[in-house]
């Protein structure tokens, strides 16, 4: 078993490099397949949400 103390070593241990291959993830709110950890769609639905939430707060405080 190889020692995992090395960072460098680590990386290449976990996710040996392949040519050609693509990393393809799981968004983490709607679990469907996506090439980042949170989908487009998610993230801009996040991000419509938190405008919502300022505009909503800025509001109130005027």
């Known amino acids: 078993m190889q020692n995992l103390k090395n960072h460098e070593n680590t990386e290449k241990i976990i996710m040996p490099?392949?040519?050609n291959q693509?990393?393809?993830f799981h968004c983490m709110l709607?679990?469907?397949s996506s090439p980042q950890t949170i989908c487009e769609h998610c993230s801009n639905m996040v991000?419509?949400?938190a405008v919502e939430k300022k505009r909503k707060i800025?509001?109130?405080t005027k």
């Open 22 to 24: 693509t990393l393809r």
């Open 30 to 32: 709607c679990g469907k």
């Open 58 to 60: 800025e509001k109130e």
């Open 47 to 49: 991000r419509a949400e």
């Open 17 to 19: 490099k392949q040519q």
